[in-house]
């Protein structure tokens, strides 16, 4: 069984940054692509980051400029860098592994249980 535990959230006024990590465990073999969504109170889940492992990135609109999605392919982590955050950043954000292979099969993708981000005005 693969898990994935976020860390990083917190409450940071407007302006500020914050690094989210997301780390990928179990008998893993390869994750295809590794992504951020994030999900506010009342409002549906939206995509907000995804890496591939080629290294191809993809930004939603409404983050792009400031936040950098990165991967350590060895430890099998993804991390969100966000910078200028602003109060329509607050959210629950959830790491996703897409195409995860493990010994023994898949592909099958994971959600990991979220974290808080809170931006204060």
């Known amino acids: 069984q693969v898990q994935l535990v976020e860390s990083g959230g917190n409450l940071v006024q407007a302006g500020g940054s914050l690094r989210l990590s997301c780390a990928a465990s179990g008998s893993i073999f390869s994750i295809f692509v590794m992504c951020w969504y994030r999900q506010a109170p009342g409002k549906q889940r939206e995509l907000v980051a995804t890496l591939t492992s080629g290294g191809r990135t993809t930004y939603a609109d409404s983050v792009k400029g400031r936040f950098t999605i990165s991967r350590d392919n060895a430890k099998n982590t993804v991390y969100l860098q966000m910078d200028s955050l602003k109060p329509d950043d607050t959210a629950v954000y959830y790491c996703?592994?897409?195409?995860?292979?493990?010994?023994?099969?898949?592909?099958?993708?994971?959600w990991g249980q979220g974290t808080q981000v809170t931006v204060s005005s």
């Open positions: 996703r592994a897409q195409n995860v292979w493990v010994v023994g099969g898949g592909p099958t993708d994971y």
